[in-house]
C-alpha cells in the first residue's frame, strides 16, 4: 500500500487529530475558564489550586496524549510523503512542535517555580502573567496544529478510493 491508501495512514492521521484537539482544547479551557476564574481569587487560593492542578494533569493519560500527538503527528507526516497533502502535515507537525516547545521552555518550569516557596503574593506575582501569556501562546499553536491536522485529514479522504 502506498501512503495515500494506507488505512493505517488514516488511522495514525486520525489519532493525531484526536490527540492534538485534547490537548488543544485543555489549553483552550485555561484561557477561558480557568484562569480568568482564578484570577478572582485571593494570593494562596490561587496558588494552591495551581499547585493542585499541576500534581494532577501530570498524570498518565495527560502526559500520553500531550507526547502522543507529537509522536503520532511526526508518523502522519512521514507517511503523508508522496501526497499533495503533506504539506499541511508538516504545518501541524511544526505547530505542535511550537507548542511543545513552549510548554517545556516555559510552561513547565513556571509550573516548577510555583512549589518553591510560600509568600503567596510573590509565587502569584511571578507566576500569573507570564503563564497566562505563554498558555495563549500553545493554545494558538495547538489550535493550528488541530486545524492542519483535520485538513490533511480531509485531503486523505478524498484521495481514498471508495469501497
Not at 489549553?27 to 477561558?32: A, E, K, L, T, W
Amino acid at each position: 500500500m502506498t501512503p495515500k491508501t494506507s488505512t493505517t495512514a488514516g488511522g495514525v492521521l486520525g489519532a493525531a487529530t484526536i490527540a492534538t484537539g485534547l490537548i488543544a482544547g485543555t489549553f483552550y479551557i485555561f484561557v477561558f475558564a480557568v484562569m480568568p476564574a482564578l484570577a478572582r481569587g485571593d494570593d494562596r487560593t490561587y496558588i494552591q489550586v495551581m499547585r493542585d492542578i499541576d500534581g494532577v494533569i501530570t498524570n498518565p493519560v495527560f502526559l500520553l496524549t500531550f507526547n502522543g500527538a507529537l509522536l503520532l503527528t511526526a508518523i502522519a507526516v512521514w507517511q503523508s510523503r508522496g501526497t499533495p497533502y503533506l504539506r499541511w502535515a508538516w504545518a501541524a507537525f511544526l505547530a505542535y512542535a511550537l507548542n511543545f516547545l513552549v510548554t517545556v521552555a516555559f510552561n513547565i518550569p513556571l509550573n516548577n517555580d510555583l512549589h518553591q516557596g510560600s509568600d503567596w503574593s510573590a509565587l502569584r506575582e511571578d507566576f500569573e502573567d507570564p503563564w497566562v501569556a505563554w498558555n495563549a501562546v500553545r493554545t494558538v499553536f495547538s489550535t493550528l496544529a488541530l486545524g492542519f491536522l483535520a485538513r490533511t485529514l480531509v485531503l486523505y479522504g478524498r484521495r481514498r478510493p471508495s469501497s
